[in-house]
């Protein structure tokens, strides 16, 4: 029995090291697991982020089609109010299951983002849907498109933690008609 009694502390030991290692063991498997977790929950955010910005970038699209057919748009591609009718139809119901996911996974500042964003086009949908020429005014819809896109993105780069990102105003190279060779090419600097 005394020998027993002489390799107790040693045996204690042995099993509150065991323990230690346990217990540190699966501490480090239970932040393993919750930095996996939010980082495949990040990757939904990020797939249902991206997924409603393209399915409202599709109405978007149509949209300047159509202004571009009133005038009120320089798009390269014109379509007619009656041909685009049933394609904004068909983008309008493709975007609601991705508005869904949005308001399941995102954030709520995103959420109102997206909102602000999706209203506007509806505005520029209900422009066209008037059939209005007003250049000007589809130019001021145009901005606040842009400006509520802008927001979008910008709430989901903060949501996601991302840097920041480009701001999408391409600029456009001026094409210019050419001048008949009789006449001076006017410089910039005048």
């Known amino acids: 029995m005394s020998t027993f009694i002489q390799q107790l502390p040693a045996l204690i030991g042995v099993v509150i090291g065991a323990l230690g290692s ?9 932040i393993r697991f919750r930095r996996e977790q ?11 982020y991206a997924d409603w910005a393209r399915a409202l970038k599709q109405s978007v699209t149509l949209t ?15 379509l007619s109010p009656q041909e685009a009718a049933p394609l904004m139809a068909e983008a309008t119901v493709a975007r609601d299951p991705s508005g869904e996911a949005l308001l399941l996974l995102g954030s709520p ?3 109102e983002k997206a909102r602000a964003w999706v209203v506007t ?19 001021a819809l145009l901005e606040r498109q842009r400006a509520c896109r802008d927001g ?8 996601l933690a991302l840097p920041p990102g480009h701001s999408a105003r391409w ?7 050419p001048t008949p060779p009789s006449t001076p090419t006017p410089t910039h600097g005048t």
């Open 22 to 30: 346990y217990l540190v063991m699966m501490r480090g498997e239970q």
């Open 38 to 48: 939010a980082a495949r929950w990040e990757e939904r955010r990020l797939t249902v």
């Open 64 to 78: 300047y089609r159509v202004a571009s057919h009133l005038g009120n748009d320089p798009h390269p591609h014109p």
């Open 109 to 111: 500042e995103v959420v």
């Open 121 to 139: 086009v509806m505005e520029m949908e209900e422009f066209l849907r008037a059939e209005t020429r007003d250049p000007g005014a589809w130019q």
């Open 152 to 159: 979008y993105y910008t709430a989901v780069r903060e949501d």
């Open 171 to 177: 600029q456009l190279p001026v094409t210019s008609t």
